[in-house]
């Protein structure tokens, strides 16, 4: 399995409703025990990545990987919604995930390959 190497983000972590909850009269709310583990989403939010490009106009794919938005980007191709791969956690160590939602960026107008802020999700997975 790939790791994701891209180390230059904040992250933020996202438990969901991991129980059905009823309400009955008077407000009184019951809530049933899960039957599995959490699945959690993480957050991933970048604030600057980078397109280079050689002298000839192509992509430069070896400029500072952990930053180059094309190395990003082949990351996700590669990947897509489907493939697990491993995400180093800062304290859990690593984590297996799959990408949550579709890879969306913009690059700054005149920023010479300057990739907007943007956020990434990542679901675990068992």
């Known amino acids: 399995m790939d790791t994701f190497n891209f180390p230059m983000h904040t992250l933020a972590a996202k438990y969901p409703e991991s129980s ?12 049933s025990k899960p039957k599995g583990p ?20 192509t992509l430069d794919l070896a400029t500072r ?6 190395v990003l980007e082949n990351f996700y191709v590669a990947h897509r919604l489907y493939e697990k791969f491993i995400y180093p956690h800062p ?3 690593n984590v297996t995930v ?3 939602v579709p890879l969306d960026y913009k690059i700054m107008e005149g920023g010479n390959g300057l990739v907007e802020p943007f956020t990434i999700q990542l679901l675990t997975q068992p």
């Open 20 to 31: 059905a909850k009823m309400t009955f009269g008077r407000g009184y709310e019951f809530a």
């Open 98 to 100: 799959r990408f949550d």
């Open 91 to 93: 304290a859990l160590g």
């Open 38 to 57: 959490d699945q959690l989403t993480y957050t991933l939010a970048f604030k600057g990545m980078w397109f280079f490009l050689n002298s000839n106009g």
């Open 65 to 70: 990987p952990t930053l180059n938005m094309a």
